[in-house]
């Protein structure tokens, strides 16, 4: 079967703070997309790398990833619509889709082969998940108005695989926006499946997160 990587990094990324495009800001020197796009790279099974540019930077961005086998086209207005135009650049094919955020630059080459490995297993739509570590609570101005049972709650990371036609599918129902591409798939009725995520997976949105980020990469250089 053939795995696809629908690529999403068009946001502006305002929450960074810089005024540039989140996908570009330097981790280690590098850009981040560049970051991302190396790690999907690695993984022998992925086939075709289809990444969403801000429509400005398509050109910018293409070059910076010419060392790379990936296409560069232009995102959407939000998330939703840039996975959306992914879609329609897929080759015909391709089979298995996953979806992974550009901001998530250092998931794991095995993350994505877990994630592969539950598709080819039967799975229609995947999701990483980790446990919820801190105590959750509904807030309205400055007052609490309830505790979120923690139990059965998941953190979602990506990248989030599906059997292509499902997601397609899920993404030509009309709705409201979704935060994520399961949560399409979910309001089709069908089973979403979990596999444990990876800590390294986090969203890279802080400038918190990119010291974070560096230290993951100190210690993947000296191999620990
Ligand atoms: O803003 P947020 O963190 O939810 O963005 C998640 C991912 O979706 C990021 O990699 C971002 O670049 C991408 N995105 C996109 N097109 C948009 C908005 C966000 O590809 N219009």
């Keep these: ?7 999403p990094a068009a946001g502006r990324g305002e929450r960074l703070g810089s005024g540039v495009v989140k996908a570009l800001r330097e981790l280690a020197g590098e850009p981040l997309l560049l970051h991302a796009v190396r790690g999907v790279r690695a993984v022998p099974a992925i086939g075709c790398v289809v990444v969403l540019a801000p429509v400005g930077l398509v050109n910018d961005m293409a070059v910076l990833l010419s060392p790379y086998d990936v296409v560069v086209v232009p995102g959407g207005d939000d998330r939703q619509e840039s996975v959306r135009h992914g879609l329609r650049s897929l080759a015909a094919d391709v089979d ?29 739509a995947v999701v990483p998940v980790l446990p919820v570590a801190d105590t959750v609570k509904r807030v309205v101005g400055d007052r609490v108005t309830g505790t979120v049972e923690r139990t059965d709650l998941r953190a979602v990371q990506t990248p989030q695989g599906f059997v292509r036609e499902v997601l397609e599918k899920a993404h030509a129902q009309l709705g409201p926006p979704a935060t994520d591409d ?26 918190f ?16």
């Design 1 to 7: 079967m053939s795995v696809a990587v629908v690529l």
């Design 96 to 124: 298995l889709v996953l979806v992974h955020d550009a901001a998530r630059a250092l998931a794991p080459v095995s993350l994505f082969e877990e994630v592969i490995a539950a598709l080819r297993a039967g799975a229609e």
């Design 182 to 207: 399961a949560a399409l798939v979910e309001r089709l009725g069908r089973t979403v499946v979990t596999v444990p995520g990876s800590e390294e997976a986090f969203k890279v949105t802080t400038p």
């Design 209 to 224: 997160d990119l010291l974070l980020a560096e230290t993951v990469l100190t210690r993947r250089a000296r191999g620990r």
